[in-house]
């Protein structure tokens, strides 16, 4: 059983940098941002006070790449300053917090909560003063305040100063008459932007258009594009089609998401739209340049096998039609980089028939003046080995390697059955683009609960964090589908996915949700926001903590690299 709901603390530091030229010191004031029983025992805590279920805290500052510059324990949590002399000074030091307490059996201290701040610069003669929000380590832990609303399918962008701008998504639902059982959700246009150093989150302003499911990258200006989408879809339980059901997604009124694009300014609040062929329901990549790459979608509900290159700095649209071997609708897409910048696409298209996958990945390259692709072999090969479903997770954990999971197939594919209707899959798969070979995964290695529509998130150089999803239809529940509440990960040298475990209990999610954001954080963390929960959209948040709950040495262990 999911333990009670974990909400973030916020602690309060100021850092004092000393008169030597290498000598500094830490100052540090412990504030909460929002009081909260703790599960594993504890009370709520009192202002100034730390979380009430430690025994002490590890106060570290460290280099750039991890290496501790000095630390220190502190036991007496009643002091009101906490002091750590002879810190060396820069500009890019990190400092980590780890709160302990003794484990009840052995004696040894078991960290308990965590928290990184990174950039910050010290200097002699200055105080600094910065935030940590402090996370469960190795769990999930809900954010001290949510979003200003619900949201699904709306988009996440790291800024570069590590804030996360959330944009659009879908907010208003309610049941509505369609040929078959479906609910419906409608857009929103505001925008506001998380913090991590006090988990809250701001009003930012207005998209011009209201959208979801559209696609957004930073720009190198610090700015964010944001291009099409739908302003209203449909989330279907039943299908009239017994053969070929397609996806439970649908679009019946793209409005003015589908045909346009906007750049909006996280500095001043404001959106500007400029017009571009109608695309909803596309998949997308963001280029290291800040072009951004449409791949599929739905035109006037047909869908496409065209790319759609927007280079929003130029203010340039290249339409490329026929880049991809199917046309498809969401499909997967795994940014693999390298130059020419290699994309694989996956999914997204229906089966030729049960026994056929037919055409199911692209490999598409974009370089300075030319966008090329080409059928991998392994979508060739071995078409009744492929792997044809919609809405399946993927994601890069080693350099030219990508895992997609679960999903649904759109219809029968595997066993001729009929009626045929589609429901979230455990299947999984790597794909290795430099040997141009599939793996498909064993029943003990795949996914280990069905999932669609979730998020899959680089968190170390060999491992991803696996989230959310639909896990199973439910007729019954306002949202037609229950959202997965536990987490697992996908071990990229064991080749297989596990549960991840924190004191004696497998990981969950705060809240089930599904059709969510999943963001890394500069600090190491992922943050999860909004989704749709069984009940409807979610306007909560929280952040997975990926630190040991081993105290160790020197403070945190480095930031993984991710691929």
Same mark, same amino acid.
């Given at each position: ?10 602690? &309060? ?36 006070? /730390? ?108 800024? %570069? ?5 959330? %944009?659009?998504? $879908? ?67 039943? $299908? ?20 346009s694009y906007e750049v909006f300014d996280p500095a001043s609040g404001v959106s500007g739209a400029r017009e571009m062929p109608a695309t909803a329901l596309a998949g997308a990549a963001g280029l290291p340049d800040g072009r951004l790459l449409l791949l599929g979608g739905i035109e006037n509900a047909s869908p496409l096998r065209r790319g759609l290159l927007i280079d929003a700095l130029a203010g340039e649209i290249a339409s490329i039609e026929d880049l991809l071997a199917q046309a498809r609708v969401l499909p997967a897409v795994v940014p693999i980089g ?32 030319? +966008? ?15 792997? /044809? ?25 595997? &066993? ?13 798969? +790597? ?23 979730? !998020? ?38 064991? &080749? ?6 924190? $004191? ?32 409807? /959209?979610?306007? !909560? &948040?929280?952040? $997975? ?19």
């Amino acid at each position: 059983m999911k333990h009670a709901k974990l909400i973030g603390w916020v602690l &309060a530091v100021s850092l004092l940098a000393g008169c030597g030229e290498e000598g500094g010191r830490i100052s540090l004031r412990l504030r909460v941002g929002q009081s909260a029983l703790d599960a594993r025992g504890g009370a709520p805590v009192s202002p100034g006070q /730390p979380p009430p279920d430690i025994q002490g805290f590890r106060l570290c500052v460290q280099d750039p790449n991890g290496e501790s510059l000095a630390c220190r324990d502190f036991s007496d949590l009643s002091a009101e300053k906490f002091r750590l002399g002879d810190i060396p000074t820069g500009d890019r030091q990190v400092v980590t917090f780890q709160g302990y307490r003794a484990n009840s059996l052995t004696g040894m201290p078991e960290v308990l909560w965590c928290g990184r701040a990174v950039d910050v610069a010290i200097r002699k003669n200055a105080t600094t003063r910065i935030s940590l929000l402090l996370s469960r380590c190795g769990d999930c832990t809900e954010t001290p305040k949510a979003m200003s609303r619900a949201r699904v399918f709306h988009t996440a962008t790291r800024l %570069a100063d590590g804030r996360v701008l959330i %944009a659009g998504g $879908f907010s208003a639902f309610a049941e509505t008459g369609c040929p078959e059982p479906c609910t419906e959700l409608v857009a929103d246009p505001t925008v506001e932007i998380y913090d991590p150093a006090t988990g809250e989150f701001a009003p930012a302003g207005s998209l011009v258009h209201a959208r979801g499911l559209h696609a957004a990258h930073r720009l190198p200006d610090g700015r964010v594009i944001l291009a099409g989408g739908c302003q209203r879809v449909t989330l279907q339980s039943a $299908f009239s089609d017994p053969d070929r059901p397609g996806s439970p997604i649908r679009c019946p009124d793209p409005g003015g998401a589908a045909t346009s694009y906007e750049v909006f300014d996280p500095a001043s609040g404001v959106s500007g739209a400029r017009e571009m062929p109608a695309t909803a329901l596309a998949g997308a990549a963001g280029l290291p340049d800040g072009r951004l790459l449409l791949l599929g979608g739905i035109e006037n509900a047909s869908p496409l096998r065209r790319g759609l290159l927007i280079d929003a700095l130029a203010g340039e649209i290249a339409s490329i039609e026929d880049l991809l071997a199917q046309a498809r609708v969401l499909p997967a897409v795994v940014p693999i980089g390298g130059e020419p910048f290699e994309i694989l696409v996956a999914g997204g298209a229906q089966p030729v028939d049960y026994q056929n996958a037919g055409p199911w990945a692209d490999r598409v390259w974009v370089s300075a003046d030319r +966008v090329n692709s080409a059928v991998p072999a392994f979508a060739s090969g071995n078409t009744a080995g492929g792997f /044809p479903v919609l809405h399946a997770g993927a994601g890069l954990w080693w350099p030219g390697r990508a895992v997609i999971s679960g999903g649904m197939y759109p219809s029968a594919f595997g &066993a001729p059955d009929r009626p045929f209707t589609p429901v979230p899959l455990r299947r999984a798969a +790597v794909v290795d683009l430099r040997l141009e070979q599939l793996t498909v995964l064993s029943e003990s290695s795949e996914m280990i609960d069905a999932r669609a529509f979730h !998020s899959v998130t680089p968190v170390s150089s060999d491992g991803l964090l696996v989230a959310g999803g639909f896990q199973y239809r439910d007729a019954q529940v306002p949202a037609r589908y229950q959202p997965a509440s536990f987490v697992e990960w996908w071990d990229g040298p064991g &080749a297989a996915f596990v549960p991840r475990w924190s $004191f004696g209990q497998r990981v969950s999610l705060v809240r089930p949700r599904a059709g969510h954001s999943a963001t890394r954080l500069l600090d190491g963390r992922v943050l999860l926001t909004g989704g749709l929960g069984a009940q409807g /959209p979610m306007a !909560s &948040a929280e952040v $997975f903590d990926p630190f040991p709950s081993d105290l160790g040495t020197g403070g945190l262990p480095p930031l993984a690299p991710v691929p």
